[in-house]
C-alpha cells in the first residue's frame, strides 16, 4: 500500500498493516501445520492445515480488531503506547479458548473433551507464539520518534544559521549536502563519516547517498517501481532495496513537523 494518497498528501501507514498481519498469520499457521504440535501429527497434511487455520485466523484477526478498536478509545491517551495492544491481548484470550476448544471437538471429536488445564497450556502456548510475532512487527512503531540530542560532533559543524532539526543528507562528491528545516548547506567529509558523528540523532540511512531524519519521514511511494521515500519539505529521495525493509517499518511522523523560523 502506498503512503501516498491520490492527491499527493501523505497517509500514514497503520501501525496494524493488513496485509503484514495476513502474511503473518499464514506464515504461523503453516509453521503449526509442519510441526504438528500438540498430538496434530496425527491428522492428515490437509486436515492438520485447515485445524490450525481455524484455531490461529479468528483469534489473530480477533486480536488485530481490538488492537485498533483499543487504539481509538480516550482511556489510553496520554499512556504508554503499548497499553492498547497488551490490552486486546488479554481481552481476546477466553475467546481464542473457546475456538481453541471447539476446533478441536471439530477435527478430533474422538479424543473427547481435553482436560481444561491441558487446553489452557495448548492455548497459552499458542497465544505467546502470535503475542510474540505481533510485537516484533509492532514495537517500532508504537515509539514515537526519539527527541533530538541537544548536540553531537556533526551539528557542531554546521553553521548556526541551520539550527538543528536535519531533514536529509546527501551525498556529493566530496561533500555532503546537509538540508534542514532552516535551509542548506555543503560540508566537505563522506557521508559515512556525518552519519557516524551523528550518534544517536534519530534517523536512517536509506541509500548510499542518503540519510533522512526520523522526525522528518512522511511516508512511502512506488515511482517507476522504485521505493521512494517522502520529507517533510516536500521531497521524495529513493531507497535502496538493501535499506527497503528498515525504511518500511519507519512510522511516519504526524503531524508533519513544522519548518523551523
Not at 75 to 88: K, Q, S
Not at 229 to 240: E, I, K, M, N, Q
Request: hydrophobic content about 45%.
Amino acid at each position: 500500500m502506498s503512503d501516498i494518497d491520490r492527491l499527493g498528501k501523505p497517509r500514514q501507514r497503520p501501525v496494524l498493516h493488513l496485509p503484514e498481519q495476513l502474511a503473518g498469520c499464514a506464515l504461523t499457521v503453516a509453521v503449526l501445520t509442519v510441526l504438528g504440535p500438540f498430538s496434530t501429527s496425527e491428522l492428515p497434511a490437509a486436515t492438520r492445515a485447515a485445524y490450525w487455520a481455524l484455531s490461529i485466523g479468528p483469534g489473530w484477526m480477533l486480536v488485530v480488531g481490538l488492537a485498533l478498536l483499543m487504539r481509538g478509545l480516550r482511556v489510553f491517551e496520554g499512556r504508554a503506547p503499548v497499553l492498547p495492544p497488551l490490552t486486546a491481548f488479554a481481552l481476546a484470550f477466553p475467546p481464542i479458548v473457546f475456538i481453541a476448544i471447539q476446533t478441536d471437538r471439530l477435527f478430533r471429536p474422538e479424543s473427547g473433551d481435553a482436560p481444561i488445564w491441558v487446553m489452557l497450556v495448548n492455548v497459552g502456548t499458542i497465544f505467546v507464539l502470535v503475542t510474540a510475532i505481533l510485537f516484533s512487527r509492532l514495537r517500532a512503531r508504537l515509539e514515537p520518534p526519539a527527541p533530538l540530542p541537544a548536540r553531537n560532533a556533526f551539528l557542531d559543524r554546521l553553521p548556526p544559521k541551520l539550527g538543528t532539526a536535519l531533514i536529509s543528507l546527501t551525498a556529493q562528491d566530496h561533500y555532503v549536502e546537509v538540508t534542514t528545516a532552516r535551509g542548506r548547506e555543503l560540508i566537505h567529509m563522506r557521508l559515512s563519516d556525518a552519519i557516524e558523528e551523528l550518534g544517536d540523532y534519530p534517523g536512517h540511512q536509506i541509500h548510499r547517498s542518503h540519510w533522512i531524519s526520523g522526525h522528518a519521514f512522511t511516508g512511502t511511494s512506488r515511482e517507476n517501481g522504485k521505493l521512494m521515500a517522502h520529507l517533510a519539505d516536500g521531497r521524495t529521495l529513493p531507497v535502496s532495496r538493501s535499506f527497503a525493509p528498515q525504511v518500511r517499518r519507519m512510522q511516519p511522523v504526524r503531524p508533519v513537523p513544522v519548518v523551523e523560523p
